[in-house]
């Protein structure tokens, strides 16, 4: 969802320096960098050894509620596409492919994004909060394939950070990787592409078969 179908990434950049903020610090640009695509958690767990705080529990459950407030706030303004998505979606929609949201995002926070990107797009959600571990664990990817009735390797995950495409390929899913604001690596189960926008349909199906295809003849 955040830097693949909606440029909110952005926006949590606002909303996690406002939280620095309250704690008297600055998030540095090293640290945004690499919480990209990170759960609750994690970010909090990061952002307050940044700041010296102890990471008392309580505090950082609290902390993660006053993130997600402040940045639901921003959600409600309404969410920037990225290029190509609502087209994407679109199409996939008209051919009646099925589709799942995975996201390291909360349930709470995703129901107030997808009130901006239209939840009748997918045919179910998943968030970190309803699986045993969030991205870059591969719960989510394993869940969503699951809920849609297929077997992982069925599946091409549109992913834009390192955290989401290591989770959908350790699913087992191929991976149509689409940065964002961060440089993700290549591997076997990966291509890459500028921005979805130019690419139709036929060009996901293309790219999922050349990666099963390659993957069956290193296993052949």
């Known amino acids: 969802m955040d830097g693949t179908l909606v440029d909110s990434e952005k926006l949590w950049d606002v909303?996690?320096?406002a939280l620095y903020e309250t704690f008297g610090g600055a998030m540095s640009r090293e640290t945004r960098t690499a919480l990209v695509g990170a759960s609750a958690e994690e970010t909090?767990?990061?952002v307050y050894a940044e700041v010296g705080r102890d990471p008392d529990p309580a505090a950082m459950a609290e902390?993660?509620?006053w993130l997600h407030r402040y940045t639901a706030d921003l959600f409600d303004d309404g969410l920037p596409w990225c290029d190509g998505?609502?087209?994407m979606l679109e199409a996939l929609a008209a051919v009646?492919?099925?589709m799942a949201l995975v996201t390291n995002t909360q349930r709470a926070l995703t129901e107030?994004?997808?009130n901006s990107i239209g939840r009748h797009y997918f045919s179910t959600t998943v968030c970190a909060d309803e699986v045993p571990n969030g991205k870059p664990a591969p719960d989510p990817y394993l869940r969503a394939a699951e809920l849609l009735g297929l077997e992982p390797s069925e599946c091409l995950a549109v992913e834009d950070s390192v955290t989401g495409t290591a989770a959908a390929e350790k699913a087992g899913c191929a991976v149509l990787v689409v940065p964002n604001d961060v440089p993700v690596p290549g591997g076997i189960r990966r291509r890459h592409a500028a921005s979805l926008a130019g690419l139709s349909v036929a060009d996901l199906r293309r790219i999922?078969?050349?990666i099963d295809k390659e993957l069956r003849e290193r296993s052949a």
Request: hydrophobic share 35%; proline share 5%.
């Open 15 to 17: 909303s996690l320096s």
């Open 44 to 46: 909090m767990v990061t």
């Open 63 to 65: 902390s993660i509620r």
């Open 85 to 87: 998505a609502r087209e």
């Open 96 to 98: 009646g492919t099925p």
């Open 112 to 114: 107030r994004a997808l």
């Open 208 to 210: 999922h078969h050349e």
